[in-house]
Structures are given as structure tokens and as C-alpha cells.
């Protein structure tokens, strides 16, 4: 969670105009063309595959979380220095070649590391971290760029930067931690990949069929490490990301409307998020400050993600993930009725945003352990040609590629929309846009975990 909560916040956007204002004299162009985003999820988008590739080459995911750190620590200096766009592109580039890498090989590990039934309540903290980041950052970017000018906002990204660092550094893979735990009690090992595909050594106190050895930790360590990197090597012969194995798990439809419900509700969520402080700037003449604050009713709810996660670990995603779908539906066509200035229509702003919150927590959780039951079935209904260990990589690197591509179009849309037609035609296009998702939602998504024997 605290992986994902600072790779959102490091890489939101209430700072960038204050860079145009402090460094290029550029005037507010944000809110004419928006770049920023467009850079950030573009190059998210396109390095999506590339991560789900890299976390399935290297044994350790912790590989790829390096990767991203160095990605992001490098953005982040761009981005504090830059004097010219060419720099701050180049910045908001890397932050989002480092999201992809976070992102992928972030949820892939946290499903390795629980068992079946904890997944659902796994992916909500998961998504309570990165719901708070992506909603927390225009407040607090709104208040420290309002009082404190961007080196404020700077001073806090780097703190977090460095907590990141320890954070990341401080990870051990359930796998590679497995022979130091209860080593006293027992003498032998064996190793094998367990239910989530992952390589493990399995002590034992006994030595029960040939294929147990004895377990001596300290002169039997590199030994054990080799023999990890052996079955990754034989397991991934058929899980690499390529192009005919990530088509046929697109085949599936299951899979196809998880991806597609992500999409719809991050295209929702990043549309509100580029288009709300300009909204409330012309309609209420609300300054950053204001306009951070305007977030606090979208992310209260959030915070019942993990209770959501363990609900679909019960009952799945179907009815969960479709509900927040048909709440959004009325939701969005209602905040057309947000017209002018008064005390009325803050509140009836602040009521809807509520609901909006509570749909975007129903939906996060919700499809975020979907993609994983997904993969699950897909591994059990084609044993000969899927993995579970490389399937869940794909299917994550396919997942973070549909977020990337709702931050995309969330602020494209919602800018253009609004800008040639209105707030009025925006929120019914969104409206209309969360009521059609609902159909694939709730035909296609499991209505309950199913808990296939996965490959070993």
C-alpha cells in the first residue's frame, strides 16, 4: 500500500502549474491543454507490456521495484529543476515508465504473498493506497502550493521519495524468505511452486520421499537460491510476455470485462480529478486551496476498500463492481445540476461527490481481485498452456495498461467535453458512459470465488 500511495502522489498534478507559473512564465495553459497528463499516461500506457515482461524475466519482483525507484527518483529531480518544457516532459515521462513498473510488479507480488480467500481484502488496501494518493494529492498539492509556493510541494515529494526508498529496499519475497522461518524445528527442505506459481522451499522435520534434502541455512543457502532460479527458469518457458499468450487470455471474456469496467471507472475518477479545480474555479471562483478541498468528500469513502476487497473475497465481483457502475450512472447525470455560486450547490456538490467516492471504492476493490480470479479460471480451464506465476504478471501488466489508458482519456475527454459543450453535456456523457458498463459487468464478472487448483 505505501508503494503504490507514493508512486500516485509523487506522480499527481496540482504542482505542474505552479512550475509553468514559477519557472516558464507560461501563465495557466494547464487548464488549455493538458500536457502534463497526456505525457504522464502515455508513456504509462506504452510501458505497460514492457513491465509485465521484465517482472516475469527476473526471478525476484523486487527487480523491477528498483527499476521503477530509479525511474522515479530521476523524475523527480527533472521535475524540481527543469527550466524548459522539453525537461519537465522528459520528467513526466519517467514518472510514468516507474508507475507502470510499481504498478505491475506491485499488485503481482501482494497476490503472491496471500492465499486465495485474503485476495479481495489484499487488493483493497492495495486500493485504498493508490484511491488516497491519486485523491489526497490535489489537496494537499492545492494547500502547500497555495501557502508555500512549489518548492513546498517539492519538499514533501522527496520525503516521501526517501521513505520509498526504505520501503522498497526493506522487501523480502515470500519465496526467498521461506528458508529462515522455523529453520530450529526443521532439518530438511524441498521446493516446489506453491498455489499462487511462485517458487518456495517447503521445510520439513522429517525427510518423507527423495526429493527432500537436508536444510542446512548457512552452507546450503546458494545452493537453495539455485535451485529457485532452476524452476523459475523451467516454469516461465511458457509465461513470458508475448504477444499469442496475452491474445489468448484476451479471448476470454471474463477477463476482457474486468479490464474494461478498470478502464471505465479510471477514465471516471481522472476526469473528475482534471476537471473539477477548474470547474469550481469558474463557478465558485475557488482558488487551489478551495479546489483541494473540493476532494475531501471523494475521499472519505475510501477507506471502506479493504471491507469492500473482503466482501468480494465472498461473494465476487459481479454485483459489487456492477453496483458502483449503476450508482454512477444517476450520480453523473446529477451534477448537472451544479449551475452557479451559493451555498446550496456546495453542499449538493459535496453530497454527489460522496456517492461518486463510494462508487469509485465499490469498483477499485472490487475489479482489482476480479483480474486475479480471472487469471485463476483461466489457468484452470487451460492447464497445458497457462501458468499461474507468468499469467498473473500479464494479467497485471494488462491491467496497469487499462488504468494508463483511463488516465489518458479521462482528462482528454473531460477537457475537450467541456470545453466545447459544457459541464451539463460532460456529465451526461459520463453518466451514459457508467450505465453501459454495467451490462458486461454483471454478465461477464464471477458472481463468486472460484478457487481452482492452479498449476504447479
Known amino acids: 500500500m505505501e508503494r503504490l500511495f507514493t508512486q500516485t502522489g509523487l506522480c499527481e498534478h496540482p504542482y505542474f502549474e505552479g512550475i509553468y507559473n514559477h519557472r516558464l512564465h507560461a501563465g495557466h495553459i494547464y487548464g488549455r491543454f493538458p500536457l502534463w497528463d497526456t505525457c504522464y499516461a502515455g508513456a504509462w500506457l506504452f510501458a505497460s507490456p514492457v513491465a509485465g515482461w521484465l517482472t516475469n524475466y527476473f526471478p525476484s519482483r523486487r527487480t523491477t521495484f528498483i527499476m521503477s525507484l530509479l525511474s522515479l527518483g530521476l523524475a523527480t529531480i527533472l521535475l524540481f529543476i527543469g527550466s524548459s518544457i522539453g525537461l519537465l516532459v522528459v520528467g513526466r515521462v519517467l514518472q510514468g515508465i516507474s508507475s507502470a513498473f510499481t504498478w505491475t510488479a ?63 529496499l526493506a522487501v523480502v519475497e515470500r519465496g526467498a524468505a521461506a528458508p529462515w522461518l522455523g529453520h530450529q524445528k526443521h532439518k530438511y527442505w524441498t521446493t516446489k511452486f506453491g498455489n ?158 460522496t456517492l461518486l467516492g463510494v462508487m469509485t471504492t465499490l469498483a477499485g476493490s472490487s475489479l482489482m481481485a476480479e483480474i486475479t480470479f480471472a487469471v485463476q479460471q483461466i489457468c484452470h480451464d487451460q492447464p497445458g498452456e497457462s501458468n499461474s506465476r507468468g499469467a498473473m504478471a500479464q494479467a497485471n501488466a494488462l491491467h496497469s495498461l487499462s488504468l494508463a489508458a483511463g488516465l489518458l482519456a479521462g482528462p482528454l475527454w473531460g477537457g475537450v467535453m467541456i470545453k466545447v459543450a459544457g459541464w451539463k453535456t460532460l456529465t451526461w456523457t459520463f453518466g451514459l458512459l457508467s450505465g453501459l458498463t454495467v451490462v458486461p459487468t454483471v454478465y461477464f464478472l464471477g458472481d463468486r470465488l472460484v478457487r481452482p487448483h492452479r498449476m504447479d
Not at 506491485?106 to 487488493?123: H, Q, Y
Not at 512549489?150 to 515529494?157: E, K, P, Q, T
Not at 475521499?299 to 459481479?318: E, I, Q, R
Open 196 to 353: 499462487n506459481g511462485t517458487p518456495q522451499i517447503i521445510p520439513s522435520p522429517v525427510r518423507v520421499d527423495s526429493d527432500i534434502e537436508p536444510l542446512w541455512l548457512e552452507s546450503d543457502t546458494h545452493m537453495i537460491h539455485s535451485k529457485i532460479e532452476s524452476l523459475l527458469k523451467e516454469n516461465n518457458g511458457s509465461s513470458t510476455f508475448g504477444p499469442i499468450s496475452v491474445l489468448r487470455m484476451l479471448q476470454h471474456r471474463r477477463l476482457q470485462a474486468a479490464l474494461w469496467a478498470a478502464f471505465t471507472a479510471t477514465t471516471l475518477i481522472a476526469s473528475l480529478d482534471a476537471v473539477l479545480p477548474i470547474f469550481v474555479r469558474d463557478t465558485f471562483s475557488w482558488g487551489p486551496q478551495g479546489a483541494g478541498l473540493i476532494f475531501i468528500p471523494v475521499v472519505l469513502p475510501t477507506f471502506l476498500s479493504p471491507y469492500v476487497g473482503a466482501l468480494t473475497d465472498k461473494y465476487g465481483a459481479k454485483w459489487i463492481a456492477g453496483s458502483a457502475f449503476i450508482l454512477g450512472c444517476p450520480v453523473w447525470i446529477l451534477m448537472r445540476l451544479i449551475t452557479h455560486s451559493g451555498v446550496g450547490q456546495v453542499v449538493l456538490l459535496c453530497a454527489l461527490l
Open 106 to 168: 506491485g499488485i503481482t507480488l501482494a497476490v503472491e504473498s496471500v492465499t486465495d480467500d485474503e485476495v479481495g481484502k489484499t487488493m483493497g488496501i492495495c486500493s485504498l493506497g493508490m484511491n488516497l494518493a491519486l485523491l489526497v494529492a490535489p489537496i494537499v498539492g492545492g494547500l502547500l502550493l497555495d501557502q508555500g509556493g512549489y518548492h513546498s510541494v517539492f519538499a514533501l515529494a522527496f520525503g516521501l521519495l526517501t521513505l520509498d526508498v526504505l520501503w522498497r
